[in-house]
Each structure stands twice: as structure tokens, then as C-alpha cells.
């Protein structure tokens, strides 16, 4: 619940609100949603910028939050911002009314390199969409460009030096780098990013992120964390982008190992492959290991000839590092496959894969949560709504094709633009 604190001069209020996750239409906007009452006795007012505080300091434009998400103490913010903030879901956070300056120059340096950021244009572009945003020196933000692209900024310099907000008149410049690391950012991605997912996310935070996060609270209460995920599915439902977020929110070291590149055309490289990445996982831990296409390594071995020792030898090799007679320590690996009935038995058993997770194709319900238009600034026709929308049983339109709802009319809106 929401905590008031109040120094004796009553010079400020400070609220502790528990972290919880922005809705899918506030994702690189800046905003904090609260609830109004809690909006009220701090003093803020809507739009107007906030602190908020956990093992850093950023800032945020208050919102109220819907009737949905009232009385319970919480603050709604993206993962930019809980990435600022530092700090994760279901994590407490200090929020008080800060004063907000107009900045007159910002300088930042894209994440990933800038190149297609180079002309004058580009720069006003940008200036636009972050117009009207706070931020403090050292915060992450992100413009949504056209179409699903995005870019990220990390904020390098303000003037003035405090908390700031960006106005049509703020000078904007940028600065790339070398060698400061930046260029080898990957851009983060949230739960946000995930559209049509949310019963699938709340099931991989209990047995994924929990465990990574507060590992006390399972040792106090006697219970064996879970140590491997199997999630299976149709193609293109999200299961490799899931497992990338869960580790981006936890901050745990991440290691990927795609099935078919394990094998090996020399004796016992294939097993020694598997070994190297367990190990690796290991000496980084907390860490999360994701095996993708896993029935490509680990089919069922009693369906196997004589001739497929390798295979063997892999899958006898896997169910060994999944709870071999050394202990893996704080590394959960996470599998996908489209295929779990070729799996070989033996890994679907506790102790290995403790829990299998479906994640099927989005309901029609879930389908306006998916987060494809983002960015999009022409809107669909009524045709493309009723495409976008359906969902008949047996019908195939995962996330992966709704990813190809605006790239596809993309050549059709250029052509009517442009008369040919």
C-alpha cells in the first residue's frame, strides 16, 4: 500500500508505490500512472514532472492511472523508465514533485551507432518526438520512428544541469562515441513489447524471475526453485523474444545456443560445445541459458538407428548438465521448440524441465494488445482491421505475421503517395 512520509517543516512528501507495468500505450512516452488520490496528496498535478527513485534517480510526467489499477499503491511505468530508475516489476520506488527546467541544448548519444541519423533533418525529426519529455543526465530514452523502428538515446549532457524537459526550442545534438561501448548496446525490450502474452508473461515471472530476484525467499521457505522452462508452440508466437525480456528484466547474463549449431563434424565436438556454454553460463551466474530448436539436439533416442551415435551421445550429454552430480548453481535454462512430442523423454522430467509452458496464438481479446502498430503514423483500413483482429480456430496469424501488418502496406500507401 502507499506509504506518506512527511518531514516536520512539511517541506516535501514522499510516496514509496510498488513498480508495476506501464500499459502498452505509454511505452517510451515518459509517463508514470498513478492513482488520483495518491496524485492528490503528493500535489501533482497532471503532466507535471515527478522523481522517481529506486538505485538511481530519473524522471516522469504523473498520469492518472484507470480505475483498474487503483487503491493498490502502484505506479505504472515502462521498462525505460524502470531501466532508469533501476529497478524491476513488483519492486518499491520513492516519488516526490520535482521541479522541471526547459532545456536549451541536450546532447545524446544514440545506442547502437546512428547511421541513418546524420543530416539536419533527421536531428528536427527527432527533436519532435522527444518534444515534451523529462529527463535527468544519464537517463535512457527512445523515439519511435516510422514504421517498428526505433532508436535509443543514452542523454550525455543538459543545460541547464538538473531535471529537464525538451521544448520546441531545445538544441539537440549528437554525439557518437568510439569505444565507449555504446555501438555494443542492444536496444532493451520489455514486457511491454510483448503484445497478447499476459497470462504466458505473469506464469514465466513466477518461474523465472522470482527465483533470479529473491532466491532468499525460496530458501527461507524450503522450496526448490525451478531449473529448466520448456516453452512450445507454434512458430512465431514470441517464445525465443520472451525469453530475451526475462532476461533484460532481471539483468541476468544472457547466453543463447541455437539446436543445430551444436553438432559437430569431429568426435566429441559436439558434446564439448554443450559443456563450454553450461560453463560459461556458470562463472556469469545468475544467468539464463536459452536453447532454441532443442528437438534438434535432443530427439527421442529410442527412434534413433545405429548410425546416430552423435545424436545419442548429445542427448545423453545434455541430461547429464540439466542435474548431473554437480549442481548447476543460479542458471535456469530456458528451451523452445515447435515440436515437443520428438523431445526425448528423459528431459521432460522434474528435476530437468520442471515446468512446460504453451504459448499458443493470441486470442481475440489479446490481439489489440499486441504492440506491431507502434510507430505507425497511417492507419489501417477497415480491411487491414478486420485481417488484424480475426481469430477463427485453426487460424495461424501469431505474432510473427502480425509483425508484417504494416511493412506489407507500406509499398501501397508510397505508391497512392506518390501517384505511380
Not at 488520483?36 to 516522469?60: H, S
Amino acid at each position: 500500500m502507499t506509504a506518506e512520509q512527511k518531514d516536520t517543516t512539511g517541506k516535501e512528501k514522499i510516496f514509496t508505490l510498488k513498480v508495476a507495468e506501464a500499459l502498452g500505450k505509454d511505452v517510451s512516452r515518459g509517463l508514470a500512472r498513478m492513482d488520483p488520490m495518491d496524485m492528490e496528496k503528493l500535489g501533482v498535478q497532471v503532466g507535471e514532472a515527478i522523481e522517481i527513485k529506486g538505485k538511481r534517480r530519473t524522471v516522469a510526467k504523473a498520469m492518472p492511472a484507470f480505475r483498474d489499477a487503483r487503491g493498490q499503491g502502484l505506479i505504472q511505468i515502462d521498462g525505460i523508465i524502470r531501466t532508469n530508475a533501476g529497478v524491476g516489476l513488483d519492486e518499491k520506488v520513492e516519488v516526490r514533485v520535482v521541479t522541471c527546467q526547459s532545456a536549451t541544448h541536450v546532447t545524446l548519444t544514440p545506442v547502437g551507432g546512428s547511421s541513418f541519423l546524420n543530416r539536419n533533418k533527421d536531428l528536427a525529426y527527432v527533436s519532435r518526438l522527444l518534444e515534451g519529455l523529462p529527463l535527468v543526465i544519464g537517463d535512457r530514452v527512445r523515439a519511435i520512428l516510422v514504421g517498428s523502428r526505433s532508436q535509443d538515446f543514452t542523454v550525455t549532457s543538459t543545460t541547464p544541469g538538473d531535471v529537464v524537459i525538451l521544448q520546441p526550442t531545445t538544441l539537440i545534438h549528437l554525439q557518437v562515441q568510439e569505444g565507449t561501448g555504446e555501438k555494443n548496446k542492444e536496444e532493451r525490450i520489455s514486457y511491454e513489447d510483448i503484445g497478447g502474452l499476459g497470462a504466458t508473461v505473469r506464469k514465466i515471472r513466477e518461474m523465472v524471475e522470482l527465483p533470479l530476484r529473491y532466491p532468499q525467499i525460496f530458501d527461507k521457505l524450503g522450496i526448490e526453485p525451478p531449473k529448466g522452462v520448456l516453452l512450445h508452440g507454434p512458430p512465431g508466437t514470441g517464445k525465443t523474444l520472451l525469453a530475451r525480456v526475462v532476461a533484460n528484466e532481471t539483468e541476468a547474463y544472457f547466453t543463447h545456443l541455437s539446436g543445430p549449431e551444436v553438432m559437430g563434424k569431429f568426435y566429441g565436438e559436439s558434446e564439448a560445445r554443450l559443456r563450454s556454454v553450461f560453463e560459461d553460463a556458470q562463472r556469469h551466474a545468475p544467468s539464463i541459458l536459452f536453447i532454441d530448436e532443442i528437438d534438434a539436439i535432443a530427439p527421442k533416442r529410442e527412434e534413433m538407428g545405429g548410425e546416430k551415435q552423435v545424436e545419442r551421445r548429445v542427448v545423453a550429454q545434455l541430461l547429464a548438465l540439466m542435474d548431473g552430480l554437480e549442481g548447476r548453481g543460479k542458471v535456469i535454462v530456458i528451451a523452445a521448440t515447435n515440436l515437443p512430442n520428438q523431445l526425448d523423454p528423459a528431459l521432460r522430467r522434474p528435476g530437468r524441465f520442471d515446468r512446460e509452458i504453451e504459448i499458443g496464438i493470441p486470442d481475440a481479446r489479446a490481439r489489440p494488445g499486441n504492440a506491431v502498430g507502434r510507430g505507425c503514423p497511417a492507419s489501417p483500413t477497415r480491411r487491414d482491421h478486420a485481417w488484424f483482429y480475426r481469430c477463427r480456430p485453426g487460424s495461424l496469424d501469431t505474432g510473427g505475421r502480425n509483425d508484417r501488418v504494416a511493412p506489407d502496406h507500406a509499398p501501397d500507401r508510397l505508391r497512392r503517395r506518390a501517384s505511380f
